[in-house]
């Protein structure tokens, strides 16, 4: 039996809702997805998407944050959100029959949330205790650090949480400001997948969800990535090394020889950098590589966890590593990579969440429902030329860099 296609359309209050049925699912994935993240934000009010977020289950006018607890739960259900730097995403999971206690929830978390004075000092506790956690966790906050050499002084290169100063300025009234910008029924998307009627969701949301036109939007300004280097020498058990190169964005044509190489490059235990530093030498403990993309630019970043006494060493055979790959890939590796690719993809989409995040990154990255189909041909045009190329473009220029617990860097590292 073929499955069916995702059904898309606006409903009357501007909310794009899209839904995706799941043959056999008795479950419904459900996630209202926000074009904003921490990129949208004012510097001076850096953390006000991840802090937004947050307050939100504190209460609304209609429910406690023990009754938004309890009314998910006591159906079996499950929520929450997260924040990234160009999106926010409230999400949950429930039992089809629940469906509509789940959509009536988030609706009631964006669109009328309480912003008590006592709850908002609260929360930034929390916040700043999540802040002191990741910082920390060297080989979580190394990453956040790369961000902010890769795109300096830039909204791309902030962090998600915010800091100490900027978390005390935010108030209750830049918390409603920024619900009246970017949480309008006419700026989100609802998506909904598993066991659903595209129907009943559609009318759901128009009773739920405030008619209210989105705010026009200033465009966000082009990141413009720059090789900075960040080095902290606390002593930890293992240096967090990481270096990052300009990759290209979600639209451009060299988007999937450039994931392609990385996979092939630190995707996986069969990748070159994993192989060669890790197995070869023992020079690391983990090592990977990951490619990001946004809308306007990409960044491919490397990590690796190694002995600080190794640390100058395995910088130097990552470099290697990574240039010998885009001189040389082989069509071995970029067919391993290709067979990793579709196999992630084919593989997420078996399951109503995997379905519902894919069908919402296509909408919200290309404004249409991408059939799959069309992605597997894509990966399947790239080929050794176009990978290998994509892998020189990246690294033609010197790294950002990002290390903790190695010995101190010098700008031609």
Do not use: C
């Not at 595209?198 to 209210?212: E, N, Q, S, Y």
């Amino acid at each position: 039996m073929t499955a069916p296609l995702p059904r898309i359309e606006h409903g009357a209050g501007g909310l794009r809702v899209a839904t995706w049925a799941t043959p056999g699912a008795e479950t419904v994935s459900i996630a209202l997805h926000a074009d904003a993240g921490a990129r949208s934000e004012a510097a001076p009010v850096n953390g006000l998407a991840h802090l937004f977020e947050h307050m939100v289950f504190k209460g609304t006018q209609q429910r406690s944050a023990r009754a938004i607890a309890e009314q998910m739960e006591d159906v079996g259900g499950q929520l929450n959100a997260w924040t990234s730097r160009d999106a926010t995403v409230f999400h949950a999971r429930m039992l089809a029959a629940d469906l509509p206690l789940g959509i009536d929830i988030i609706a009631d978390l964006v669109s009328r949330p309480r912003f008590d004075a006592d709850d908002l000092a609260r929360e930034k506790d929390v916040v700043l205790q999540e802040l002191g956690e990741a910082r920390d966790t060297p080989d979580d906050i190394v990453f956040d650090h790369l961000q902010e050499a890769a795109f300096p002084g830039q909204p791309l290169g902030r962090s998600i949480l915010g800091d100490e100063a900027s978390l005390a300025r935010i108030t209750a009234d830049d918390l409603r400001g920024w619900q009246s910008d970017h949480y309008a029924a006419a700026g989100l998307t609802l998506v909904v997948s598993g066991k659903v009627d595209h129907d009943d969701v559609l009318r759901l949301a128009d009773a739920l969800f405030p008619a209210r036109a989105a705010a026009p939007r200033a465009a966000l300004a082009p990141a413009t990535f720059s090789a900075g280097q960040f080095h902290d020498s606390r002593r930890t058990e293992q240096a967090q090394l990481t270096s990052g190169y300009p990759a290209p964005g979600h639209h451009d044509p060299m988007h999937d020889a450039a994931a392609l190489f990385t996979l092939a490059a630190g995707g996986g235990m069969s990748s070159r950098l994993f192989q060669e530093v890790r197995e070869e030498r023992g020079l690391a403990y983990a090592i990977s590589a990951a490619l990001q993309p946004y809308a306007d630019t990409g960044l491919l970043s490397v990590h690796a966890a190694t002995a600080r006494k190794d640390a100058a060493r395995a910088r130097d055979l990552i470099a290697k590593v990574l240039a010998d790959t885009a001189a040389g890939l082989e069509p071995a590796e970029l067919a391993r990579a290709r067979a990793q690719a579709i196999a992630a993809l084919m593989m997420a989409l078996e399951g109503p969440q995997g379905q519902g995040d894919y069908l919402a990154r296509s909408l919200m990255v290309h404004g249409r429902f991408v059939p799959p189909a069309e992605i597997v041909a894509r990966i399947n045009a790239v080929t050794v030329d176009a990978a290998r190329a994509a892998g020189a473009a990246m690294l033609s220029g010197p790294p950002a860099r990002a290390e903790i617990g190695s010995q101190k860097l010098s700008r031609a590292a």
